[in-house]
């Protein structure tokens, strides 16, 4: 387990994958960095919700069903165009073109599955350094 963090400000992440036990661990993580965690799953509840939450940062899972990650992030740039924020694609498929496909769609970063937990929370807290 690695030690808490106090950060000098509370930012909020939101994460959404549908698969549970990685929404349980992103918390985990974020509780550790001393940071707010809303956990949704599905981009359909991301695009419902984005608003009310207003995150500092969003991690979104690519592979779902029903909206995937990269249009979930393409509807949050365009529908949502007041909301700039960092977008983590988060993928257990391996794609030659991951992070390419990654920024076409809006995001800023693209990290693969499994999570290392020590990786995720520096590019955390790079992210929350710009913002």
């Not at 990685?22 to 919700?49: I, P, W, Y």
């Not at 009310?52 to 899972?61: E, G, N, R, S, T």
Request: glycine share 8%; charged share 25%; hydrophobic share 45%.
């Amino acid at each position: 387990m690695l030690p808490a963090m106090v950060p000098q400000t509370r930012k909020t992440v939101l994460a959404v994958d549908d698969d549970w036990s990685t929404v349980a661990f992103l918390k985990m993580l974020v509780d550790q960095m001393g940071h707010d965690f809303v956990g949704l799953h599905s981009g359909e509840d991301c695009l419902e919700q984005i608003d009310k939450i207003k995150p500092d940062l969003v991690i979104l899972d690519v592979n779902m069903p029903g909206i995937d990650g990269y249009e979930t992030c393409r509807r949050v740039r365009s529908e949502h165009s007041d909301i700039a924020v960092p977008v983590l694609f988060l993928t257990g498929g391996g794609s030659r073109f991951g992070l390419s496909d990654a920024i076409l769609a809006g995001g800023t970063e693209y990290l693969a599955k499994p999570i290392d937990a020590e990786t995720l929370i520096k590019r955390v807290e790079y992210w929350f350094s710009l913002v």
